[in-house]
């Protein structure tokens, strides 16, 4: 046999081996999850190094907003404040469960969110009642489980109705009131909040590279436009939570 065969011999026989030895290995890891497809890592956002832009603060008084302290009772009884959201990428939302108009489109959205990072344990939402008189825990408990609320960190919040309508109001400059006449005797905004994980209020800039400050929640995904024309923001809200969670 020629020199030159051997070599072809000898290289195939070090394949074979490396395959033999190796590659049960790297099927066993993937199996196991402990190689995470890039996929996994948000339900199927893919985002590219040009989207991967840092995003904006709100700046008050030359300072980055940073939401305030809170201390509410979630749907399992359980007292949840801001100090249990740290470290984590979340939302902020002000809903009622009787609500007739937004607040089921809101939630729906929030599910679906929920859904696109299941497993992630640095994200989560706080959605606060603005009729705790009314919205109680077992109240709150069988709202959560009528939404299909499944991510341990999806707290819905009720408390003192002065304390709420204070951390909505000032906190965020998000409107929250009573309001006799209006469907469901509440008036409430329909937007969400997003918050970084050392408690900034985060958001995309604008077209004059101001801060959107809040996202639309009023808007399905799926619909893309509502009637008065508003582009749908839910799409936008998942990449900008995942911007946080992965890239900052």
Excluded at 222 to 227: A, P, V
């Amino acid at each position: 046999m020629k020199k030159t065969e051997y070599s072809y011999v000898g290289i195939a026989f070090i394949i074979l081996v490396f395959g033999m030895i190796f590659v049960p290995k790297i099927v066993d890891r993937i199996s196991e999850g402990d190689i995470e497809r890039t996929e996994s890592r948000s339900q199927n956002i893919m985002l590219q190094p040009k989207d991967i832009a840092p995003l904006s603060y709100l700046i008050i008084n030359g300072e980055r907003k940073k939401i305030m302290p809170f201390r509410f009772i979630n749907q399992a009884g359980e007292i949840i404040s801001n100090k249990d959201f740290e470290g984590k990428v979340y939302l902020v939302e002000f809903f009622f469960t009787t609500c007739p108009t937004i607040c089921p489109i809101m939630n729906q959205n929030l599910a679906d969110i929920q859904n696109t990072f299941p497993k992630r344990s640095d994200f989560g939402i706080a959605s606060i009642t603005i009729n705790p008189d009314y919205d109680t825990v077992e109240v709150l408990k069988k709202y959560a489980n009528e939404y299909g609320v499944t991510h341990p960190n999806w707290h819905f919040l009720t408390g003192d109705q002065e304390a709420i309508y204070d951390f909505a109001n000032d906190g965020f400059n998000l409107y929250a009131a009573a309001v006799e006449g209006a469907p469901g005797g509440f008036e409430h905004s329909g937007n969400f909040a997003l918050i970084d994980k050392l408690g900034y209020i985060r958001s995309r800039t604008d077209a004059f590279g101001n801060p959107k400050i809040y996202y639309k929640g009023t808007i399905r995904q799926k619909e893309q436009l509502n009637d008065e024309g508003e582009l749908e923001e839910i799409s936008a809200l998942k990449e900008d939570i995942l911007k946080l969670l992965d890239y900052e």
